[in-house]
């Protein structure tokens, strides 16, 4: 009950307008689309790992943002406690409900984030590459752990069975951490994408996101089940295109 009366605390200082109307739509959404999934996903030993590397995988993200803020000057994430490895302290619940809605929409990989860590941009220096470095980390931890990922699949596959759970275990790394980071790349805050354009950008554009950034979850929401199928084959084509550029043949299907 405290997790969900700390959400709902949050949720209203960022949506102080009809804050009980949106998170009225959002429960709704949850409800059916948790029932869905009751009737619908079949929970297996792959759905199982793939959860788990998921978990692990957007910790990892979300510590790498609180870890380079912490280097630019800003302790916000340290003294909160965020730089840790415990996903207990990174879980977010939209991020959860995320990929719910991304498995029914017909993607077939679980994307989503964990709670952002908090930093003060205005600590960070030098000011604007403290901004960029910030929200370009956790993409970057997402991408080496997919290419590491991708490297041992290869030199992997020349000893051990694709069905050995090791290169299960790798094959799952891989594309949930290249999924991540590219889904984060989206240019809609709050993904990172949206940050780094914010970085990057003069003070209309920065204006720009900063009216839009309350309403940039019902916005992916949007996107993603609007544009799934879409989304999944651009992303299935850059899965295969990275595993076909290492030399990798493991008979993937979707």
Do not use: Q
Not at 193 to 214: A, D, T
Not at 238 to 243: H, S
């Amino acid at each position: 009950m405290k997790i969900v009366k700390n959400y709902y605390n949050r949720f209203k200082v960022l949506n102080p307008k009809y804050s009980e109307i949106k998170l009225g739509i959002i429960v709704a959404i949850i409800i059916y689309f948790i029932a869905r999934i009751f009737f619908a996903v079949e929970i297996s030993g792959d759905t199982i790992i793939s959860l788990v590397v998921f978990v692990i995988s957007m910790t990892l993200h979300e510590v790498a943002h609180g870890y380079v803020a912490y280097k630019f000057g800003d302790d916000t994430a340290k003294r909160e406690g965020r730089i840790t490895l415990n996903p207990l302290k990174h879980i977010d619940l939209t991020g959860i409900i995320l990929p719910m809605l991304i498995l029914l929409s017909g993607f077939k990989f679980l994307v989503g984030w964990a709670k952002p860590v908090p930093v003060n941009f205005h600590n960070l220096r030098p000011h604007r590459l403290g901004l960029f470095c910030v929200a370009i980390a956790g993409i970057v931890v997402n991408f080496i752990l997919a290419g590491t990922s991708l490297i041992l699949l290869k030199f992997g596959g020349k000893y051990l069975d694709i069905d050995n759970i090791f290169m299960t275990i790798l094959l799952y790394i891989y594309l949930i951490n290249l999924l991540l980071g590219l889904f984060n790349l989206i240019p809609i805050t709050p993904l990172d994408g949206g940050r780094i354009v914010y970085s990057l950008s003069g003070y209309r554009i920065r204006e720009f996101y900063n009216k839009i950034e309350r309403y940039g979850i019902l916005i992916i929401f949007v996107v993603v089940y609007l544009e799934g199928p879409a989304l999944t084959r651009g992303f299935i084509e850059i899965v295969k295109f990275f595993l076909k550029l290492a030399g990798i043949d493991i008979g993937l299907t979707f």
